[in-house]
């Protein structure tokens, strides 16, 4: 007797393979993700510079996403694979199994899937453990390799985790079966199911949450905004999803069966009448499979746009190998910018990666309230109230540096400037009233300048320059170029007056040499902040600052933590994916068997194969297309959300990001209907 | 002309490999008049099922012809069939094959929704049917909410909205208590003293005893066969001594 139970569980394994393999399969890849995040999280040899800390936590939070989704989806599973059991289970205890020895098959079946799967599961993630590594390190632009190595408290946690599910879902299955007699369990699935009811009030609040969510998407307008409404949007869209595709579906049906005329009709008798049911079985699966295939297409979307922009972030941001900005007073005295412009060269002569170029220029950032057109210093008007459009940081930078910057020759008169304004339109006159908070208090003299051009683009003049905000409607960005330096300097004097602040220059050093040099040179100089190792810029001037960002080094950082974002929502993206693809799979067995008698009585009734097939085949794109098309329109209105969400990590290209979401929609799409395709083979095979 | 002419009928079932031919059907002749009500009794495995399978034209004969009104349904194209089905053919089968997404009503609408007919026409016909049949009442149900008899007779409405030339009966009385039994042999009385030619499969020898004709059918050839005399009880002994002697194994009478 004892070596039955294993031979019975063996075989209903096998028997039931078309249910089990899938099964075995999820069990045996969300093991190995499980695991190789695991071991890359824990990584000891990892450098534990800085630059690399992102790594391990994006790990941290891969694991912890993968173990929730694990425990979901296999949850999941095993009640889809227990409903359809229940019968053999039944017949089982018909033929003189007691409930005991049922469970003891139960338990070795439970026993082998669960060591195969996971110990395959360690296994495959040891073997793809190093190529992910290669991707991953590929991916956030670092070129250390490290060996391979047995995370030993990964697979001690892999397999208590698993482990622990998988026992999770065999006490299910036992106090199931405990519960259940036998004719019941025989007659499970041939009882009658009753036609689903209208539910208005389920659609309407559907419809109601599934607006409200699109709504906040169209009307959110910053970053912050985006950021703090996200969640509520998700929120009320799954909900949306939800209620629309148990309720809404079923409503819309019932109001079509209802009109006799377009009822009675071939195509749509059957049609009509048979989507009911499978909407009524399906619904939540349905809604489940689009909310899968919305969050994998947002993810992978969002995090490929991150990724692909990180170049031209950094270059926004440092546009020369050092960008180095200078903080001073003017009427404290005067720095020696030829002697600052020097010593930064010497220092990378003394790193091995000598200046081929340096640039600077003065420039002033000023904090201006934009009101009726006007660009002031102090927000409130003549009765005392707070009013303006729009705080911007305006920067005014002088004719010759835009020239050398932009590579333009555009020339100016005095009392002429070029205006470079983003999401706020400027009258001809730009008008700078400098007044002041206290009208006690000494203001700065107005001044007024000819617009003499608006520029369509602007160069790039580092730090955090109002380019970076420019796409944020909200906030928005303006640049100005004045004739000369005098006159840049004449507007610092009159803010400066008003508002207090410091004047700036900038200095672009381009370097020779590898980017890993020019990374280590920078890593040697400036990072290090002690006394006696940071550069000394005696014998330069007064000033208040001076400080220099590396490019190499901001790309670094940036790739390190873009690519894990993406690295992360790649990897998740496909796991939801192979979840989606699951879900399908059984949807459509189980669909197979449900629609076999169907097919059957029908043909006996006078309804041609041809006509059965078409009627099931519209059906059945209906059932898995909706989810598809649905999840596209959550995508099209979550973009612009995803758009404010990446001005966040200074992302603000917008045709970028519109290209990837297009891109990974269409590849998404692709597989979605090879999916389709290849287990609408197993649906066909079933039913004919 | 009859109704139904059934000559030289031939049907021999091979495995997939081409191994064991089993014969079904060896040469089976009988014809069926208009207005007749004719039961075919045999035991199991003596080719009753394949026969109807073969009236019913969901089943190809292997030599032989069957022919309705004078038309062989051999020549019937393939994409005709369905619809050759749906007008000529009433089908009523021992499970209902009554569909559970579909009210009783909508059951007894699909064969016209197949042929396309408008709802203002199916309702009228309907309406004379369902008092007739006993089922007015129920027609707004779903079929498990409804007893067997009474899906049967849904059933029996589904066949006979069309106007069959004949109805087909495959064990109808075969899922039924007796006193359902009862109600619905005697409705297939009263829809054969309207005209309806039946043609009726069973084992049942009560079911038998009220047609008026029974065809005995043994390892796929007619055997025997009694014309209706006198009263059903009268023909129900005369049915027994019949099936005893077939059984018992005598030759041909």
């Known amino acids: 007797m004892k070596g039955l139970y294993p031979k019975l569980a063996w075989q209903s394994l096998r028997h039931n393979g078309k249910f089990y393999f899938p099964y075995f399969l999820t069990i045996l890849s969300t093991a190995a993700v499980f695991y190789i995040m695991l071991a890359l999280a824990g990584a000891s040899d990892l450098p534990n510079k800085i630059r690399y800390a992102y790594l391990s936590v994006f790990m941290e939070i891969g694991v912890f996403l993968v173990g929730v989704f694990a425990v979901i989806f296999l949850f999941y599973t095993n009640s889809f694979l227990m409903k359809r059991r229940t019968r053999e289970l039944g017949l089982y205890n018909v033929l003189g199994m007691g409930k005991g020895n049922i469970a003891a098959v139960l338990i070795w079946e439970t026993l082998i899937l669960g060591l195969t799967g996971v110990i395959g599961g360690i296994l495959t993630g040891m073997l793809l453990q190093r190529l992910m590594t290669l991707i991953i390190y590929r991916v956030i632009h670092f070129s250390t390799g490290f060996s391979f190595y047995i995370s030993w408290p990964g697979i001690v946690v892999s397999c208590i985790f698993f482990g622990a599910v998988l026992l999770l879902n065999l006490i299910c299955n036992l106090i199931r079966l405990g519960r259940q007699n036998p004719i019941a369990m025989m007659r499970e699935g041939s009882a009658g199911e009753k036609e689903p009811k209208a539910k208005w009030l389920l659609a309407l609040i559907g419809l109601g949450a599934l607006g409200c969510g699109y709504y906040i998407a169209l009307r959110v307008t910053s970053s912050l905004e985006a950021f703090s409404n996200y969640f509520l949007a998700v929120f009320l869209v799954v909900m949306g999803t939800y209620c629309l595709f148990t309720a809404g579906s079923i409503t819309v049906l019932k109001i079509l069966k209802k009109n006799k005329r377009y009822y009675y009709q071939t195509g749509h008798f059957i049609t009509i009448s048979g989507m009911l049911y499978r909407m009524k079985r399906n619904a939540v699966g349905l809604a489940n499979i689009c909310i899968l295939c919305t969050m994998t297409l947002v993810m992978i979307s969002g995090t490929v746009s991150l990724y692909l922009g990180t170049e031209g972030v950094v270059e926004v941001r440092t546009p020369a190998d050092w960008t180095s900005t200078l903080r001073f007073r003017p009427d404290e005295g005067e720095p020696n910018f030829d002697g600052l412009t020097r010593r930064v060269e010497e220092i990378a002569a003394s790193q091995g990666v000598p200046a081929t170029e340096s640039f600077g220029f003065l420039n002033s950032s000023q904090d201006l309230f934009l009101r009726d057109g006007a660009l002031d210093t102090c927000p409130i008007d003549e009765q005392g109230t707070v009013t303006y459009d729009a705080e911007l940081e305006v920067l005014f930078i002088s004719l010759d540096a835009y020239n050398h910057l932009s590579g333009q020759s555009d020339t100016l008169d005095q009392g002429e400037v070029l205006v470079w304004s983003q999401g706020w339109q400027l009258p001809d006159t730009l008008t700078l009233p400098y007044r002041s908070y206290n009208p006690q208090d000494i203001a700065g003299e107005p001044r007024s300048f000819q617009i003499k051009e608006f520029l369509d683009d602007f160069p790039a003049t580092g730090g955090w320059s109002p380019m970076i905000s420019a796409n944020n409607a909200e906030t928005g960005g303006i640049c100005v170029v004045v004739p000369d330096d005098a006159t840049l300097l004449d507007l610092y004097d009159q803010f400066q007056t008003a508002n207090g602040g410091s004047m700036s220059w900038t200095l672009f050093t381009t370097l020779s040499g590898t980017e890993e040099e020019k990374l280590d040179a920078y890593y040697a100089t400036f990072l290090d902040y002690s006394e006696e190792n940071y550069p000394d810029f005696t014998g330069t001037g007064t000033w208040l600052a001076f400080f220099t960002e590396s490019k190499a080094m901001n790309l670094a950082e940036c790739y390190n933590m873009n690519g894990g974002f993406f690295f992360l929502g790649v990897f998740l993206g496909v796991l939801f994916l192979m979840a989606a693809v699951l879900i399908i799979y059984y949807k459509q067995i189980s669909e197979g068997y449900e629609d076999r008698q169907r097919f059957q009585i029908m043909q006996k009734v006078g309804l041609e194969r041809r006509q059965i097939k078409r009627s099931i085949n519209r059906q059945i794109l209906v059932v898995f297309f909706l989810p598809l098309l649905v999840a596209a329109l959550h995508l099209l209105f979550d973009f612009r959300l995803m758009v404010l969400l990446l001005q966040l990590f200074a992302m603000a290209d917008v045709t970028l990001a519109a290209t990837c979401s297009l891109v990974t929609f269409g590849v998404f799409a692709v597989l979605y209907v090879l999916v389709y395709r290849i287990t609408a083979r197993s649906y066909f095979k079933i039913v004919s | ?253």
Do not use: W
């Not at chain 2, 009783?104 to 049949?133: C, H, T, W």
């Not at chain 2, 109600?183 to 009220?210: C, D, P, R």
């Open chain 2, 1 to 253: 002309m009859s109704l139904l002419e059934v000559t030289n009928l031939k049907k021999i079932y091979t495995t997939r490999f081409g191994g064991n031919a089993v014969q079904a059907l060896c040469d089976v002749n009988f014809s069926v008049e208009q207005g007749e009500y004719v039961a075919i009794m045999g035991e199991s495995g003596s080719g009753k099922t394949t026969l109807l399978n073969i009236l019913a034209a969901l089943d190809q004969p292997t030599g032989g012809s069957v022919r309705l009104s004078g038309r062989n349904m051999a020549e019937i194209r393939e994409r005709d069939l369905a619809a050759f089905r749906r007008e000529n053919l009433g089908f009523v089968f021992q499970e209902f094959n009554l569909l559970d997404t579909f009210s009783i009503e909508d059951n007894i609408f699909l064969p016209l929704v197949l042929a396309g007919k408008q709802y203002p026409e199916m309702a009228g016909r309907l309406q004379k049917l369902a008092s007739r049949l006993g089922i007015s009442d129920i027609l707004k149900k779903y079929p498990y909410e409804v007893s067997g008899g009474q899906k049967q007779r849904a059933a029996v409405a589904r066949a006979l909205i069309t106007e069959p030339q004949i109805l087909l009966a495959d064990e109808p009385t075969g899922a039924l208590d007796s006193k359902a039994t009862d109600s619905l042999l005697e409705l297939f009385e009263t829809v054969n003293a309207m005209g309806q030619t039946i043609l009726m499969v069973t084992h049942s020898v009560k079911a038998a005893s009220h047609a008026s004709r029974v065809l005995f059918i043994k390892d796929g050839e007619v055997f025997h066969q009694l014309y209706r005399s006198g009263s059903t009880q009268e023909f129900y002994g005369r049915i027994t001594d019949a099936l005893t002697v077939l059984t018992a194994g005598g030759e041909k009478a």
